[in-house]
């Protein structure tokens, strides 16, 4: 048999190459061996890239910061960003190039749970130190993958909160529950029901939703004669979100909404119908990120997006600022790692974070321990107003 | 249970009309590709872009997505048909729509971004209107137009006449003098608009989003080989069926058994009535 290979086959090979070919920064080209390589593997195109692209404004900036300063013991700090474009499997391709190839001595990222999943066992075979951001809570294990350190919070931090806040502020007893079918919606989903049900509350009302459904309105129908006082939607998609916020606003049913942060991300305020859809609407937020009562922010906040706002188009913050923070964060928790080390030998970059304690970041303070992987303690957690969104940051909701 | 036909069929309309379109594309090529679903992604993102930046009139913006549509048709067959049809006779189409759709879906993701962004409202309308909201009925009558024009263009102008020779057998239409590949370029062009239309008047529905387009093609298909290929009345049945039974799927039993429960169908269908509920059986000679 022979194979047949006519040129406009090879059109479609060339075509389809030029299309999945990802980004390659040109701080890869700039070698240099006196520099600390860091990798940085961020899904910065596709479905996932909202929030990586405003981490990578952190993460850039804080390299720049510390460069500019004269680097750690006089080394500089060389980024080598590779775009996962929100693929598992180009995930682990990357990570596998920054350590072979690229010879990086930690590797940031990735940005979500599922690339984190694929990746994650590959870093950890060949000892690389590796800061990585998921909130799925299986994602780290000390034993497991030692050099993994989490600066995020859970998700199981999120849920307790919006939990919390639903049953003992707002005195809500017949949750419905509303998640996606992606692996993450559904696993957060049922994380929030088995939480509800450790404190006695049955659902009255759970479903598990394509997120490309177009329309919610039957299933917000659903909770209503189930008899529903608040909803709790787990999902990180924004269009999914926005759709539960449309079909309750829709239907004039005041009931409270209160769940995953995308419910109050900056995207979805400019799906809903009306603004005042999103009144009634609350999100487990940071206290970092969040006005006092006096309107003020946390002066690390303020510092942070003073110095960043000409990054950002020098007007208002028009996304989410933690974003922006926990990717600063992850240099700067890097850099303390490689001062505290004395040096990028990864066994005693692992050392340095398994014995920090109180680190003070912008978006968080952070501790781990010889067997805790998870840096963000859950004092950094509160609850936020959806329709209070200012300047990439919240208010506080009434307790 | 009104709230579940309604929203059904509001999202079938807009699987039947990928299926219209998907016939239009068949007949003229005996192609079915995948860049369907694109055409009407670049409806709806065209017909935001056109009216939230550019503040055209919804009026301009239709039409503006329209003719975005029709000129990415015929990019289409320029690009992904025409010279894998002169040079194969065998599917290499499917590999070169898929690519051309993806490149497509990647460059309006670069341009547009990721993240679903809003479709204003087409005809004044408050949000309070229940079933009767325009996302609902916009698109039920875009596809039920569709299908009455192909049929006036069909019977009742010389263009439709010649698809139509060309759907029973392109080579004795080109032996009688039919320049069939102008013919399969206008088709397309009118396959993009038709397209382009759809995701306009179901943009509500979908939101301006870059990712809409994969899904429409798969589902369109689906609605397509229910209905049988080549009728129009199947195409329309095929999606409605389809719109229905996925959300009642989804709220009688669950939202993750809802594209089981639909493809399930597209399987029973093929192995009971393999031309689809209004297909024609195609005899071949022997």
């Known amino acids: 048999m022979k194979l047949r290979c006519d040129r406009s086959g090879l059109g479609v090979i060339f075509a389809v190459m030029g299309a999945l070919l990802p980004n390659l920064s040109t701080t890869a ?16 195109t596709g479905p996932q890239s909202t929030s990586a692209i405003a981490e990578n404004k952190g993460v850039e900036f804080a390299v720049d910061e510390i460069n500019r300063a004269g680097g750690i013991n006089g080394r500089k700090l060389e980024l080598v960003t590779r775009d996962t474009v929100s693929d598992p499997k180009t995930a682990v391709n990357f990570a596998k190039q920054l350590i072979f190839e690229e010879k990086v001595v930690l590797i940031i990222g990735p940005v979500n749970s599922g690339e984190s999943l694929a990746t994650i066992p590959v870093v950890a075979k060949e000892g690389i130190p590796n800061i990585i951001i998921g909130t799925v809570d299986e994602l780290v294990d000390a034993d497991k993958y030692p050099r993994a350190f989490r600066p995020i919070n859970t998700n199981r931090q999120w849920i307790e909160a919006a939990n919390d806040y639903a049953l003992n502020v707002l005195r809500r007893k017949n949750v419905a529950i509303l998640g996606d079918t992606t692996g993450y919606g559904a696993s957060t989903a049922k994380a929030a029901t088995s939480a509800l049900e450790k404190q006695g509350i049955k659902p009255v009302y759970s479903a598990l939703i394509d997120q490309n459904k177009t329309d919610l309105t039957d299933e917000l129908n659903k909770a209503r004669a189930a008899g529903a006082d608040v909803i709790m939607p787990w999902s990180g998609n924004t269009g999914f979100m926005a759709r539960i916020v449309n079909a309750r606003g829709d239907m004039g049913w005041s009931v409270p909404i209160v769940g995953h942060p995308t419910v109050m991300a900056a995207p979805l305020r400019k799906l809903v119908n009306k603004p005042t859809y999103l009144d009634n609407t609350f999100a487990a937020g ?30 208002e913050i028009a996304y989410s600022f933690w974003w922006v923070a926990l990717g600063y964060d992850t240099v700067k928790l890097a850099e303390h790692a490689i001062r505290s080390a004395g040096g990028t030998d990864p066994a005693a970059l692992q050392k340095a974070l398994e014995d920090t304690r109180n680190f003070p970041g912008v978006y968080a303070t952070y501790g781990y321990g010889p067997k805790e992987r998870n840096g963000f303690s859950d004092k950094n957690i509160v609850i936020n107003q959806a329709n209070s969104f200012k300047d990439g940051v919240y208010r506080a909701a009434p307790r | 249970m009104l709230t579940v036909l309604v929203s059904g069929l509001a999202s079938g309309a807009l699987l039947a009309a990928a299926a219209l379109v998907y016939n239009v594309m068949f007949s003229t090529s005996k192609v079915l590709g995948v860049t369907t679903g694109q055409t009407a992604m670049l409806g709806g993102v065209f017909g935001a872009w056109f009216m939230t930046r550019l503040h055209f009139p919804v009026i301009g913006a239709l039409l503006g997505s329209v003719i975005v549509g029709a000129v990415f048709g015929l990019l289409t067959d320029l690009i992904a048909v025409r010279r894998v049809l002169s040079r194969s006779d065998e ?86 003098g039919i320049p069939t590949d102008r013919i399969r370029a206008l088709s397309y062009v009118i396959v993009g608009a038709m397209g382009g239309l759809a995701g306009f008047m179901a943009g509500q529905l979908t939101f301006a989003y870059f990712a809409v387009g994969i899904t429409l093609s798969l589902n369109g298909f689906i609605a397509l080989a229910v209905g049988g290929l080549g009728s129009n009345a199947g195409a329309l049945v095929g999606g409605a069926a389809l719109g229905i039974l996925s959300a009642g799927a989804s709220y009688f039993i669950g939202g993750e058994y809802q594209n089981t429960i639909a493809v399930g169908v597209l399987m029973l269908v093929l192995l009971v009535k393999p031309a689809g509920l209004f297909g024609a059986q195609v005899a071949r000679p022997v």
């Open chain 1, 29 to 44: 080209w700039a070698k240099d061996k006196e520099s600390i390589r860091i990798g940085w593997l961020s899904s910065l």
């Open chain 1, 286 to 315: 940071y206290s970092s990120m969040t006005y006092d009562d006096k309107g003020r922010l946390p002066a690390t906040t303020k510092t942070l997006q003073e110095k960043i706002r000409p990054r950002l188009g020098d007007g």
């Open chain 2, 91 to 176: 599917h290499l189409w499917l590999l070169s729509t898929l690519a051309l759709a993806t490149i497509t879906q990647q460059a309006v993701a670069l341009w547009w971004g990721t993240e679903p962004l809003p479709f204003p409202r087409i005809i004044h309308q408050d949000f309070g209107a229940g079933l009767l909201d325009q996302k609902y009925w916009l698109p039920v009558v875009t596809a039920l137009a569709l299908a009455a024009a192909l049929e006036l263009f069909y019977r009742r102008t010389l263009y439709g006449k010649l698809f139509l020779a060309m759907s029973e057998d392109a080579f004795a239409a080109r032996a009688r």
